[in-house]
């Protein structure tokens, strides 16, 4: 199985802004606005991303730009966010070819459904990321 994965362990607010399609300035006011939103800093003060604040950041897009919720309903929904990657490690993704749908949710457990999601938001990611750098 290939593993797809961001291989950086750090990115700048620039590769970031690429990386999620978002503005620069959108990144900074919801740092301001989502308490789970915060990046460390460098020693000279610029913004230094992880693979966990992309993930947030990509989940927080969700909330807000496609299912419509308000900054304050986001909040709601992320004072109950887990994220599924605690420890930094690179996930591996199932191709999308390698089974059918059906085969790939009778692998998760009833009450997955939070991760077969993010799951799906993370290989969009991933393949819009792979079709940028080609």
């Given at each position: 199985?290939?593993?797809?994965?961001?291989?950086?362990?750090y990115?700048?607010?620039?590769?970031?802004?690429?990386?999620?399609?978002?503005?620069?300035?959108?990144?900074?006011?919801?740092?301001?606005?989502f308490?789970?939103?915060?990046?460390?800093?460098?020693?000279?003060?610029?913004?230094?991303?992880?693979?966990?604040?992309?993930?947030?950041i990509?989940?927080?897009?969700?909330?807000?730009r496609?299912?419509?919720?308000?900054?304050?309903?986001?909040k709601q929904?992320?004072q109950?966010?887990i994220?599924d990657?605690?420890?930094?490690?690179?996930?591996?993704?199932?191709?999308s070819?390698?089974?059918?749908?059906?085969?790939?949710?009778?692998?998760?457990?009833?009450?997955?459904?939070?991760?077969?999601?993010?799951?799906?938001?993370?290989?969009?990611?991933?393949?819009?990321?792979?079709?940028?750098l080609?």
């Amino acid at each position: 199985m290939k593993q797809l994965g961001i291989k950086k362990l750090y990115y700048s607010i620039s590769e970031v802004s690429k990386i999620t399609d978002l503005e620069q300035y959108v990144l900074r006011y919801w740092e301001s606005e989502f308490e789970q939103l915060k990046p460390a800093k460098n020693r000279a003060g610029n913004r230094i991303y992880t693979n966990k604040d992309i993930k947030m950041i990509l989940y927080i897009k969700k909330l807000l730009r496609d299912e419509r919720y308000t900054i304050e309903g986001a909040k709601q929904v992320l004072q109950s966010y887990i994220p599924d990657d605690e420890t930094g490690e690179q996930l591996e993704l199932i191709p999308s070819n390698s089974s059918t749908p059906s085969q790939q949710d009778a692998a998760l457990k009833p009450g997955d459904n939070r991760l077969r999601n993010d799951m799906v938001e993370i290989k969009r990611f991933f393949e819009e990321l792979l079709v940028r750098l080609t």
